[in-house]
């Protein structure tokens, strides 16, 4: 039996390679279908799925129900049966804003091992165009013994979860598929297809579908930088840019970007693969790298500003106590990865001030593992401030009552201008 035939019949048995923000939609919706293992090498995560609980807060206890073809494993022979393995591991960025490879390269290896002929690995992780082909593949090669092509074959169909939206689901988002070869994109798009429902878009070939995804996330990048340096423009002429970019917003094809932090596990990370593959074959890319660099200066900007009112009101800024609002990369969101509102407490520490941050959203022990930063889910007891910075517009803070946590004449900063004008003293 083909693997087409096996998805049609639902006989098709399927692997999820991490189970992290990506990889559990996926696993539980393919695990409604098929026979579907969800695997990853953090037993902590597979017993709290067991149990019936997601704390990326992306599926419901309900929903990981549902999925009753689905089962959890850390154990690398329970993949020795899988037909088709989707692989879905985090492609992050090192200290010099470098790909680091190596949760693919250990995935690639994973499946290496245990994969069968006839075998399709399906990469979904944010890479460089010729990715899969030059660095999965050849681990996949040396693992299994195997040829590419003839014992085993691969698809590439970039990720387009959206972390925290309960409307762009991934069912509901059109993928982009690829295939090794003819035959295997249509076993790709078939597999796809036995899910979605907004079906899927064919790329010419793998690479094309890498380029895609990876400019995706650069695009908006570099948007919201253009943005980022108006906002500062802006604010040396003394106009307000929410009001500038109401106004510009009139016309039919103004596109509706807003200033802001730019972080997280995609649109502050992916830049950099296309960078770096550009920077390989002997090219500089000069418009996306200097989108980068404003967009990762942003925190510090913010802290400044911050500092400057401070000063302008009369406050002393060593010691003085500030209220950071959140600490995740955005809002109503438990991911703290690659945050960028850490630039912004660390600045303000660094000019001496003492930073209280508050996120009800955010483990606060990972926050500590991570970044090296206490945080707490509740304010502290009869505290009072002499700044308050809005920097993630989680749900809960809509009805904090901001003037009952200020010292006399102390200043609110808005970064993500979501307060009333007449309430904040500086935003972007």
Not at 108 to 124: C, L, P, Q, R, Y
Not at 254 to 280: M, N, S, W
Not at 340 to 352: C, I, K, P, S
Request: proline share 5%; charged share 25%; hydrophobic share 40%.
């Amino acid at each position: 039996m083909d693997l087409i035939e096996k998805i049609n019949s639902r006989e098709l048995k399927l692997a999820v390679i991490g189970l992290g923000y990506v990889g559990l939609p996926l696993a539980v919706e393919f695990g409604k279908v098929f026979d579907t293992v969800g695997f990853d090498v953090k037993h902590s995560r597979l017993e709290m799925l067991r149990q019936g609980n997601d704390n990326t807060l992306e599926i419901s206890p309900e929903e990981l129900a549902s999925a009753v073809r689905l089962t959890y494993s850390g154990d690398i022979g329970d993949l020795r049966d899988r037909d088709i393995f989707i692989v879905t591991v985090p492609t992050p960025v090192d200290k010099y804003n470098q790909p680091d490879l190596s949760p693919l390269k250990l995935a690639s290896d994973t499946v290496g091992k245990v994969m069968k002929k006839g075998a399709v690995a399906i990469f979904e992780s944010t890479v460089y165009p010729g990715c899969t082909e030059e660095i999965c593949v050849p681990v996949m090669e040396r693992e299994s013994g195997m040829t590419f092509n003839k014992d085993f074959f691969c698809g590439y169909s970039p990720e387009r979860i959206n972390p925290g939206d309960k409307e762009h689901t991934f069912t509901r988002i059109k993928k982009i598929v690829s295939g090794s070869t003819p035959e295997i994109l249509e076993v790709v798009d078939a597999l796809y297809n036995s899910v979605l429902e907004a079906g899927t878009f064919r790329a010419g070939s793998i690479k094309v579908a890498e380029a895609a995804k990876v400019i995706e996330n650069s695009q908006r990048d570099l948007n919201v930088a253009f943005v980022n340096e108006l906002a500062k423009i802006f604010h040396l002429v003394g106009i307000d840019t929410a009001e500038v970019l109401e106004a510009a917003g009139t016309k039919w094809n103004f596109l509706k970007f807003r200033p802001g932090l730019v972080g997280g596990h995609c649109i502050g990370v992916d830049p950099y693969y296309l960078t770096y593959k550009a920077q390989e074959l002997g090219y500089l890319p000069e418009v996306i790298l200097a989108g980068r660099r404003i967009n990762d200066s942003m925190g510090q900007y913010v802290a400044q500003e911050v500092v400057k009112l401070m000063i302008k009101s009369d406050f002393k800024v060593l010691n003085a106590r500030v209220l950071q609002l959140g600490v995740t990369f955005k809002e109503n969101c438990p991911d703290i990865r690659n945050s960028r509102a850490v630039d912004v407490t660390r600045t303000l520490q660094e000019f001496g001030c003492q930073v209280d941050i508050l996120d009800p959203m955010a483990d606060p022990q990972e926050v500590k593992d991570i970044y090296g930063l206490n945080s707490s889910r509740t304010l502290p007891e009869n505290a009072r401030y002499d700044a308050i910075v809005l920097a993630v517009a989680h749900r809960q803070f809509e009805n904090l009552d901001l003037e009952a946590l200020k010292n006399p004449g102390a200043v609110i900063f808005d970064i993500k201008s979501i307060l009333p004008r007449e309430m904040v003293d500086g935003r972007l």
